[in-house]
């Protein structure tokens, strides 16, 4: 069993034509990985990415084998493992992440505020903080392997990966967010934006893969409290982050012990959102 990547959140084993992705409770901010674990929400991201790919499954093929126990490997057959594994297709990873943003926010609003545009899409004047978007937008960035992610725009994406394979990954980022941010809706939150990755399998084809619409990966707000021109809730680490903010931590390692209660209150965002967007219980 070789381990090939431990990032800041995943694990990934070698299987030869297939991997297993282990999913730990770590928790990053400011591209720190945290002291502290939060409890479940390794599950939380196995089992809600689970959902999302089936529930795509029509639009675009993923990487998904299975994530039950007794599909795995023996060596991940243990307790310590339960619903934190995702036996996977091995694929050739696209060197891109794909953001589609429905609603203005974050660095987004930062930038829009500065010049009216977002990652260089010009947008109709007077948007308010956390509105709508007329349209999603498709805002890639680089994959860096150290430091942060670099925005560029679709026609870089075409010199990386060709004017069909470009235009494909565009428009399937955005079918897939449009349709289960429809969807979300109908379950009460709101996804503000989103992350996707795809790789091509050993037809050539075009597969979704690593984790789909999580609040990892994913701003989920609950639609009965949003309100345009403010910042939002959400059902993610944002409440972790904000008591770091505010504990005078410089964003450099290594980062403070988090508070218990800023731990409990993480997880039972997460464990929110899993239930809330597939009405099934977790426990």
Excluded at 52 to 60: L, S
Excluded at 171 to 184: F, M
Excluded at 202 to 221: I, M, Q, Y
Aim: glycine content about 6%; aromatic content about 10%; some cysteine.
């Amino acid at each position: 069993m070789k381990q090939i990547s431990k990032g800041k959140v995943r694990d990934i084993y070698d299987l030869g034509d297939k991997l297993v992705l282990v999913t730990s409770d770590r928790v990053s901010a400011f591209d720190v990985v945290l002291p502290n674990t939060v409890p479940y929400k390794g599950a939380v991201l196995n089992r809600l990415s689970a959902f999302w790919f089936e529930f795509t499954r029509d639009i675009i093929p993923n990487h998904m084998i299975s994530i039950k126990n007794e599909d795995m490997p023996k060596e991940f057959q243990k307790a310590k493992f339960e619903d934190r594994c995702m036996l996977v297709k091995k694929l050739k990873m696209l060197p891109i992440e794909c953001i589609v943003r429905g609603y203005i926010t974050g660095s987004g609003w930062e930038s829009y505020k500065e010049t009216g545009s977002v990652c260089g899409i010009k947008l109709p004047d007077g948007l308010q903080e956390s509105e709508k978007l007329p349209f999603p937008i498709y805002t890639p960035t680089t994959k860096a392997v150290e430091g942060h992610d670099e925005h560029i725009s679709f026609e870089e994406t075409v010199k990386l990966l060709g004017e069909d394979l470009a235009t494909q990954v565009r428009d399937k980022s955005i079918e897939i967010y449009s349709t289960c941010a429809e969807y979300a809706k109908t379950r009460g939150i709101i996804i503000a934006d989103t992350k996707f990755e795809f790789g091509i399998d050993e037809n050539g084809s075009l597969v979704l893969a690593d984790e789909v619409l999580t609040p990892d990966s994913s701003r989920f707000w609950p639609a009965d409290e949003y309100e345009v021109g403010k910042s939002q809730k959400s059902y993610d680490k944002q409440y972790l982050r904000d008591w770091l903010k505010n504990s005078g931590w410089d964003k450099t390692p290594p980062a403070p012990e988090i508070p218990e209660k800023v731990i409990a209150f993480t997880t039972d965002k997460y464990l929110d959102a899993f239930e809330t967007l597939t009405n099934i219980a977790f426990f």
